[in-house]
């Protein structure tokens, strides 16, 4: 039985729309990503350092911090948020 062309053309879309919100949450996570962790960069770290921190972090590949966390608890906070935001993402 053949699956009529209206009800293809519609799942299409949907799917379509969702790959789009999900890309564009994964953009907004990257910026608000970035941004937040040049707010805990040392003196000397800038947008790459976060940018950085925020793919490795999204990723989950723990490569290395560029942006020492280990002292301080609201940037430590700050990850968890990221890393559940981009799972939620990817679980979406």
Request: net charge negative.
């Amino acid at each position: 039985m053949a699956i009529p062309p209206t009800l293809r053309h519609s799942e299409f879309e949907r799917m379509r729309r969702r790959l789009g919100a999900a890309a564009f949450a994964l953009v907004f996570l990257i910026l608000v990503g970035t941004v937040g962790y040049l707010q805990f960069a040392a003196e000397g770290q800038g947008l790459v350092d976060a940018f950085y921190m925020t793919v490795i972090t999204l990723t989950t590949v723990g490569y290395g911090e560029t942006i020492s966390l280990e002292s301080n608890p609201a940037g430590q906070l700050f990850t968890v948020a990221l890393l559940l935001g981009g799972m939620g993402i990817v679980a979406y």
